[in-house]
């Protein structure tokens, strides 16, 4: 059960796990006493920001149907239903019905269960108020002999979780201990970590570096700046819920505030018909269905192919020459460092070279907001950007400042003298003492 866990947090919690009483090992090492689920099931666990680790944990199962069809039902949940509040009753009925759907968003024509490959995927639900739910998705394949020696009876499950998702949420950098009684094997200690650097959880920027150059990457987060259409295809749903979440993390500490759907399920292809900006993927079978649709410019991109297919054509121009240069310089050291071992050494140098490039451009945005006695704020945005010298630099500022995302941002700001994003104050912080230093010597 821990390395099923495991699967569900990767990209978010590093976990290791140990028995009491023995030899400390990692969970993830034994895989024979995993109950990894029949074929043709997948494992979602719903999260979203709260007290629990997680919402809900169901599992969904391909029915055939006396037509021959598939549908996706769910044939487990946790926790059950009569545990749950009135209002949080009628939550689930609305999330039950969606996720179904994004666990198999091929579509009808599902291939037997025996041909699907085993991957994980993620995908995001919104609410009506614009909060989103994440749901972790892990597809499983398993010979039916192999399955018998790995299923671990539900009994064993249902403690588990419930002690899992009352556990307490670790702040960034800390870690939780759950105990996990297991038959013939006893009591297992799983330690899950919550990663230092909160705005990296849930990312993973190797996929995105594996399928792009770095001028493309650098095109593709000049759109999402400027809150473009942006379409991405691909085969795998890994692939395409990996990439798009890179994206959306190089925006920090700003947020992507539109349709955001890292895996589109085939009923919801007219999404790319949309005229207001999306973030969204699609698996490559139906780029011809997409490039069909009567859809607005947009930034169509292949990750199979590493390449744009269309383009609005300006992506180039967009960003300051200089600041872009920066980023290339960042990513390029990347490539050639052969110090960089670990995921998260990867993820902080590729996050540092965007999260710089804001600072240099909009870092000095606290200096414009306007306090009043009673300790409200007011951004005063025409000298905010009077005061950037660069020319280019300025021009760009000056279409960004007209984005939800910066909107946002300095809604927030304007609240309190105390920042929402400590990252990010503290690297602007860094910045200008760097720059007093260079002047100072």
């Keep these: 059960m821990a390395a099923a866990i495991g699967n569900f947090f990767r990209r978010s919690l590093r976990h290791s796990g140990r028995r009491e009483g023995k030899e400390e090992t990692s969970a993830a090492e034994n895989p024979s006493r995993v109950?990894?689920?029949?074929?043709?099931?997948?494992?979602?666990?719903?999260?979203?920001a709260g007290q629990f680790f997680f919402e809900y944990l169901v599992v969904v199962s391909l029915k055939k149907m006396s037509d021959g069809r598939y549908e996706p039902k769910i044939t487990y949940q946790f926790p059950k239903r009569e545990n749950l509040l009135k209002g949080q009753k009628e939550e689930e009925e609305r999330l039950l019905q969606a996720i179904p759907l994004f666990c198999f968003p091929d579509g009808n024509n599902w291939a037997p269960v025996t041909e699907f490959p085993s991957e994980t995927f993620s995908f995001v639900l919104t609410n009506v108020d614009g909060s989103r739910k994440i749901g972790y998705c892990r597809r499983l394949l398993i010979l039916d002999e192999v399955e018998k020696r790995r299923q671990i009876s539900m009994a064993v499950i249902y403690p588990f979780m419930q002690g899992l998702r009352e556990s307490p949420f670790p702040a960034p950098g800390k870690s939780v201990t759950i105990k996990s009684f297991i038959p013939d094997s006893g009591t297992e200690l799983i330690e899950l970590t919550r990663p230092l650097d909160a705005h990296l959880e849930h990312v993973e920027f190797q996929a995105l570096l594996q399928r792009l150059s770095p001028h493309l990457i650098l095109h593709i987060f000049a759109s999402a700046v400027l809150e473009r259409r942006l379409i991405f295809l691909a085969q795998e749903l890994s692939v395409l819920s990996?990439?798009?979440?890179?994206?959306?993390?190089?925006?920090?500490?700003?947020?992507?505030?539109?349709?955001?759907?890292?895996?589109?399920?085939?009923?919801?292809?007219?999404?790319?018909?949309?005229?207001?900006?999306?973030?969204?993927?699609?698996?490559?079978?139906?780029?011809?269905?997409?490039l069909d649709q009567p859809m607005e410019e947009a930034l169509i991109v292949d990750l199979c192919e590493g390449k744009i297919i269309r383009a609005v054509g300006d992506e180039e121009g967009i960003l300051p020459i200089k600041l872009q240069n920066e980023i290339l310089t960042s990513l390029s050291r990347h490539n050639n460092n052969n110090n960089i071992h670990t995921p998260e050494q990867l993820n902080a140098l590729v996050s540092e070279a965007f999260v710089q490039f804001f600072v240099r451009a909009v870092g000095h945005y606290s200096s414009h907001i306007k306090w009043t006695k009673n300790g409200s704020g007011t951004f005063q945005e025409r000298a905010f950007c009077k005061a950037i010298t660069s020319k280019t630099?300025?021009?760009?500022?000056?279409?960004?400042?007209?984005?939800?995302?910066?909107s946002l941002f300095i809604e927030e700001a304007e609240k309190s003298r105390i920042p929402q994003e400590a990252y990010f104050q503290r690297k602007i912080t860094e910045y200008h003492e760097q720059k007093k230093h260079r002047r100072d010597s």
């Excluded at 630099?393 to 910066?406: A, D, E, G, L, P």
Aim: aromatic residues 12%; positive net charge; proline residues 10%.
């Design 35 to 48: 109950p990894q689920g029949k074929p043709g099931e997948w494992n979602p666990l719903l999260c979203s």
């Design 242 to 290: 990996q990439c798009i979440h890179a994206v959306a993390a190089l925006l920090y500490p700003f947020t992507w505030a539109h349709t955001y759907i890292p895996v589109v399920p085939e009923c919801l292809l007219d999404t790319v018909c949309c005229p207001t900006p999306f973030m969204v993927g699609i698996q490559m079978r139906h780029l011809e269905r997409v």
């Design 393 to 406: 630099n300025r021009r760009f500022v000056k279409k960004f400042v007209k984005t939800n995302m910066f």
